[in-house]
C-alpha cells in the first residue's frame, strides 16, 4: 500500500489527533505481572500466563505478562513470578505494582489494560467481544451526517459529543447539556414519546433549512404544564455492571418505608416493562441496549432496530424514556429506519457492556482519612461502596435506588410505570438515583444538571435523606472537607 | 511497545482515526500541551519572541477554558462554556459541527417579507446556567430560522489586517463588469465612525477584538470592560460581579486569536490540484473567492473578497439585516475547507461539491461554467479545492 501523505497534513494529523486521541493510540500503561489486572501479583496471574502461552487462551496486554521484560512470552516469565511470589525472587520488571509504559523495546503489544488506562475493556473479553468493543470505541465518535440520518431534530452528531470527558464514554461540561420537558402535573407526567401528551427530549436543532422543532407540540400539550429541567450526560464507564447486579441485590438495600427509621429510604423504579431500574438519573431504565437505543434517537435522530428482532406491536405507553425493548424507533426524515446497522450498533451497545470502570486512585493517608469521614458521615448509607454482580464486586459507591433529595434539588419530574408495578409508585419530584462515586472527579460539573461547579459544591446541596450527612460534611474543618474531596477524587 | 515500525503505523492509524475521532467536549490544553510549529495548522503565525510566546500559550489556556458557574458563565443563556466548545475542528481554534451551530430566528411572513426582529430577540440559544428555569425559546412569532456555523479563528489575526480600501476597491454594487456578481462592502457605524465589516456571516463586525468579545458575551454570557465599540455585553443578569472577563485575560486570548497561523495548504502533489486551480479562475470561481487580499503585512491568501453577496434562489429564506438583506452572505473565506465539513452558513452542505451546488444568484454564470466541465475537470477543481 503507497499512501502518500504531504509533510504539512502528517503534522496537521499527529497534532490533530494528539489534541482529539489523549490516551487511545499511546503505548499503554500497565503493571507487569498483573495480568488479570486485579490490582495484584498472585499465582492466578501466573496461571492466566501459562493458560495463554499454552491454552491460547486471549489476552490483551502482552507486555504485562512479559515479567523479565524480554520481550518474548516464555515459560521463563511464569517461573519469575512464582519464584518472586514463594522463592523470595528478584521482583518483576518495572512498570511493577504501578502503572507505567514500557521502555523497553519488543515486539510485545498492549491493546487493552483498563487497571491502567480509562476507557479500556474490562478484562477476560473472548476475542470477538473485544473486537467489536474497539469497534464500538470508534463508532462512539461517528459524527452523522443529514445523509447517513442526522435529524430531523438533534442535540448531538456523535455520541462522543456528549460523552468524551475525559475519555471516549465520559461525561461532558454544561454547554452540552439537553434539555427534558415533562408534560402534566409532577407525579401524572406523560411518559417520553407516549401520544396525545408526551414528556419529550427537546432538541436544540432540526436540520439546517428547517425550523427550530418546538417541543412538545403546543398542540398536544393543550393546558397541561410543562416542567423543563437539565440534563447531564451521564458518565459511561462501567455502566454494563450495573445489568450484572441482580435484582436481589438491589432490593436487599431497598427501605421503601424507612423502616429502620434512619431517614433513609431508597425505593426502587421501573421501566416501560416493570423491570427494575439501574440506568438514568431516575433510575428509570433497565436495560442498557434499550437505554442506548433511546438516546440514539432523542439526541441524534439515529434509528435503530432491537437486536433480538420487533416483538410485534407494543403500546405507546411502553415507550417510557427510551425505546421499547423491542420496538423498532423510527422517524421522519427522508433516509431509510433503521438509520444504522445491528452490527454497528451492537459495537456501540458491547462498548458501553464492557467498558471498564475508572481505576481507583491512590489511597494515602489524606485519602483514607477522608474515607473514614465518608463513612462517619453515613454517606455510605446511600452511596454503597459494593454491590455484588456476576462478574465479581462492583465498587460503584450507590446503591442504584431512588433517595429523596429536598427540595433544592428538586426537579418537578416523575419518571417510571407505577401500572406496571404494585410496589413502586416511580419517583417523585424530589427523588434521584444514587450518582454511582467511581470516576467521580473525572467528570465536573456534578449534580444532574451540572448545576455544581466543584465536588464541594455538590456536596453541599445534598438535601432530604441527605440532609444530615451534609450538615455533617459542613461541620468538618477545611481540611477534614479536603480529604473528603480527596478520597472522592482516588474513586 | 516499541518497534522501528512505530511511527509509520502510529501516523497510518492517525490518519485512518482521524476521519472518525471528531470531538473533543472538555479542556484539552494543559501546561505540557506542545506548541504547533509556526505555520502549521492551529500553530502561531511566525516567531514569537519568548515574552510573546508566553502569551499565545497563555492566551491558548483561556481560549480553551471551561467558564464556570461562579466565574460567570452565561447571560444566563449560552451556546457554549468555553471558545474550544465550537471552535475544535481539526484543532484548537479551527470550526465546528452541526451540533454547535447557533440559532437565528425572526419574522418574514411566511417568506412573503420583509423580514424583521421579534420583540423576542434574535438568537434562541442552546442552552442556560442550570440555575436558572427553562431555556431560551425563539419567539412564537418566529417564522424563519437560520443556523450560524462556527467559523474558523484561524487566520483571522491576518485578516484583520486588510485595510478598508483594499476591501472596498473589489466593490461592484451595479455590476458595471457585468460578470454577474456585484459585491457589497457592509459599513457599520462605530461611534459615529464607519468601518469595514470583515468577520462574521454577514460581515456584520469589524475588527478581530470586536468578534472576540461578540462571541464572549455571545456564546459563553461573559461580560467584558467596555472598549466604546459597542460588541458583547457590560452586564449581564446572573448574579457574578462585571466584568466577568478580565481585561488582560482577554487581551492574552485576543494575541493568541491574533497570531493563530492561518490554514496552510494540504501539499497534495497531484499534478491535478495545479489544473484545478486554473479552472477555480476559468469557472470564476475567483472573482468573489479572490485568492489574495493585500493587507498591511502582507498578502493572506484567504480567497474572498469579503464582501456581501446573494447566491441563493430568489424564494431563499433566511435572516435579514441593516446593510445585509435576506439572502447576502460574506464570501467565506476558503482557507482550510478541506477541513472544515459541513459548509455554507448553516452548514447543510455536506460536501464541498454539494456546497459548489448550492450556488445560484450572483454566482449563476459560474454555476453555468461549473456545469460545462467535463467529470474530469470537476474531479480536478474538487481536487484543488480539497487542497485548500
Avoid at chain 1, 234 to 246: A, D, H, K, M, W
Avoid at chain 1, 285 to 311: H, V, W, Y
Amino acid at each position: 500500500m503507497n499512501i502518500r501523505i504531504s509533510v504539512p497534513l502528517m503534522l496537521a494529523l499527529f497534532l490533530g489527533s494528539i489534541f482529539c486521541l489523549s490516551g487511545s493510540l499511546q503505548a499503554r500503561d500497565f503493571e507487569r505481572g498483573d495480568v488479570n489486572e486485579d490490582g495484584s501479583l498472585d499465582i492466578a496471574d501466573a496461571i492466566e500466563m501459562l493458560n495463554h502461552m499454552f491454552l491460547g487462551e486471549v489476552a490483551y496486554c502482552q507486555d504485562s505478562m512479559d515479567v523479565n521484560d524480554d520481550g518474548i512470552l516464555d515459560i521463563s516469565d511464569a517461573i519469575v513470578t512464582v519464584s518472586y511470589l514463594f522463592l523470595g525472587g528478584d521482583a518483576p520488571e518495572a512498570p511493577f505494582g504501578f502503572c507505567g509504559p514500557d521502555l523497553t523495546e519488543d515486539k510485545l503489544t498492549c491493546e487493552s489494560y483498563s487497571l491502567c488506562n480509562l476507557g479500556d475493556a474490562i478484562p477476560g473479553l473472548d476475542r470477538d467481544t473485544f473486537e467489536s468493543f474497539v469497534r464500538g470505541r470508534v463508532l462512539m465518535s461517528k459524527d452523522f451526517t443529514a445523509e447517513e440520518g442526522l435529524g430531523p431534530f438533534y442535540n448531538a452528531t456523535s455520541c462522543t459529543a456528549c460523552h468524551s470527558t475525559p475519555v471516549v464514554g465520559g461525561s461532558s461540561p454544561i454547554y452540552r447539556n439537553f434539555f427534558f420537558a415533562a408534560v402534566g402535573a409532577p407525579g401524572s407526567q406523560g411518559p417520553i414519546w407516549d401520544p396525545p401528551v408526551p414528556s419529550i427530549v427537546m432538541p436544540a436543532y432540526a436540520l439546517p433549512g428547517n425550523p427550530r422543532p418546538a417541543f412538545p407540540d403546543p398542540s398536544q400539550v393543550g393546558n397541561n404544564p410543562v416542567t423543563i429541567v437539565q440534563r447531564n450526560a451521564p458518565p459511561q464507564l462501567g455502566v454494563g455492571l450495573f445489568e450484572r447486579i441482580s435484582n436481589a441485590t438491589i432490593f436487599a438495600n431497598a427501605d421503601p418505608d424507612d423502616a429502620d427509621g434512619d431517614g433513609i429510604s431508597g425505593r426502587f423504579n421501573t421501566d416501560g416493562n416493570g423491570n427494575l431500574g439501574r440506568f438514568g438519573y431516575k433510575s428509570q431504565a433497565n436495560f442498557l441496549e434499550a437505554f442506548l437505543r433511546g438516546a440514539s434517537n432523542n439526541q441524534m435522530g439515529i434509528t435503530t432496530d432491537p437486536f433480538l428482532g420487533s416483538g410485534g406491536i407494543v403500546s405507546a405507553a411502553m415507550l417510557q424514556v427510551s425505546a421499547g425493548f423491542d420496538l423498532p424507533t423510527t422517524d421522519d426524515d427522508l433516509i431509510d429506519d433503521p438509520e444504522i446497522s445491528v452490527q454497528d450498533f451492537g459495537d456501540i451497545v458491547i462498548f458501553s457492556m464492557f467498558v471498564a470502570p475508572p481505576p481507583k486512585g491512590e489511597m494515602g493517608a489524606d485519602e483514607l482519612a477522608g474515607e473514614t469521614l465518608f463513612h462517619q458521615m453515613d454517606c455510605a448509607k446511600c452511596h454503597v461502596p459494593v454491590l455484588e454482580s456476576d462478574l465479581g464486586p462492583v465498587e460503584a459507591y450507590t446503591d442504584l435506588l431512588l433517595h429523596d433529595m429536598g427540595p433544592g434539588l428538586a426537579d418537578g419530574i416523575s419518571m417510571g410505570m407505577p401500572q406496571f408495578s404494585t410496589i413502586s409508585l416511580g419517583t417523585t419530584a424530589t427523588e434521584f438515583r444514587t450518582q454511582p462515586l467511581w470516576g467521580v472527579g473525572l467528570h465536573g460539573p456534578w449534580i444532574h444538571d451540572g448545576r455544581a461547579d466543584t465536588m464541594h459544591d455538590a456536596i453541599l446541596m445534598h438535601g432530604g435523606e441527605a440532609q444530615a450527612s451534609r450538615d455533617a460534611y459542613e461541620a468538618l474543618t477545611p481540611a477534614q472537607q479536603q480529604t473528603v474531596i480527596r478520597f472522592l477524587e482516588a474513586l | 511497545m516499541k518497534n522501528h515500525n512505530f511511527l509509520p503505523l502510529t501516523l497510518f492509524a492517525l490518519l485512518v482515526l482521524s476521519m472518525t475521532i471528531s470531538v473533543v467536549n472538555a479542556e484539552i490544553i494543559d501546561d505540557d500541551t506542545p506548541v504547533p510549529p509556526v505555520g502549521a495548522l492551529g500553530g502561531p503565525d511566525r516567531e514569537l519572541n519568548p515574552d510573546e510566546l508566553e502569551q499565545w500559550i497563555r492566551g491558548r489556556k483561556i481560549f480553551d477554558r471551561d467558564w464556570d458557574q461562579s466565574e460567570g458563565l452565561g447571560t444566563p443563556d449560552i451556546n457554549a462554556d468555553s471558545c474550544r466548545s465550537c471552535h475544535q475542528k481539526p484543532v484548537i481554534g479551527a470550526a465546528g459541527g452541526l451540533d454547535v451551530n447557533v440559532t437565528r430566528f425572526g419574522f418574514d411572513n411566511g417568506g412573503a417579507g420583509p423580514f424583521q426582529d421579534l420583540p423576542g430577540g434574535q438568537v434562541a440559544s442552546k442552552g442556560r446556567r442550570p440555575d436558572t428555569p427553562g431555556r431560551e425559546d425563539a419567539d412564537p412569532q418566529a417564522d424563519i430560522f437560520e443556523q450560524r456555523q462556527t467559523p474558523s479563528v484561524l487566520g483571522l489575526g491576518l485578516i484583520d489586517t486588510i485595510p478598508d480600501v483594499e476591501i472596498l476597491s473589489h466593490e461592484d454594487p451595479n455590476d458595471v463588469d457585468g460578470d454577474g456578481c456585484r459585491g457589497v462592502a457592509r459599513i457599520i457605524d462605530i461611534a459615529g465612525v464607519p468601518e469595514v465589516g470583515k468577520f462574521g456571516w454577514k460581515s456584520q463586525i469589524p475588527t478581530l477584538s470586536d468578534f472576540l468579545r461578540d462571541a464572549s458575551t455571545g456564546e459563553v454570557g461573559l461580560t467584558l470592560v467596555d472598549d466604546g465599540r459597542g460588541f458583547g455585553l457590560l452586564t449581564d443578569s446572573d448574579t457574578v460581579p462585571d466584568p466577568e472577563f478580565p481585561a488582560d485575560e482577554f487581551a492574552d486570548m485576543l494575541f493568541y486569536c491574533a497570531h493563530l497561523a492561518y490554514p496552510p495548504r494540504g501539499g497534495n502533489p497531484d499534478p491535478q490540484v495545479a489544473v484545478g486551480e486554473v479552472l477555480f479562475d476559468d469557472v470564476g470561481c475567483g472573482i468573489c473567492h479572490i485568492p489574495i487580499l493585500e493587507g498591511t503585512g502582507g498578502p493572506v491568501p484567504l480567497y474572498s473578497d469579503l464582501l456581501l453577496h446573494n447566491i441563493h434562489p430568489a424564494d431563499f429564506r433566511g435572516v435579514g439585516e441593516d446593510g445585509a438583506a435576506v439572502g447576502f452572505y460574506r464570501t467565506p473565506p476558503l482557507w482550510g475547507i478541506r477541513d472544515t465539513a459541513p459548509y455554507l452558513h448553516d452548514g447543510r452542505a455536506t460536501t464541498i461539491e454539494d456546497a459548489i451546488l448550492a450556488h445560484e444568484g450572483e454566482a449563476s454564470i459560474m454555476m453555468q461554467n461549473f456545469y460545462a466541465l467535463t467529470p474530469e475537470e470537476r474531479a480536478a477543481l474538487l481536487l484543488f479545492l480539497s487542497d485548500l
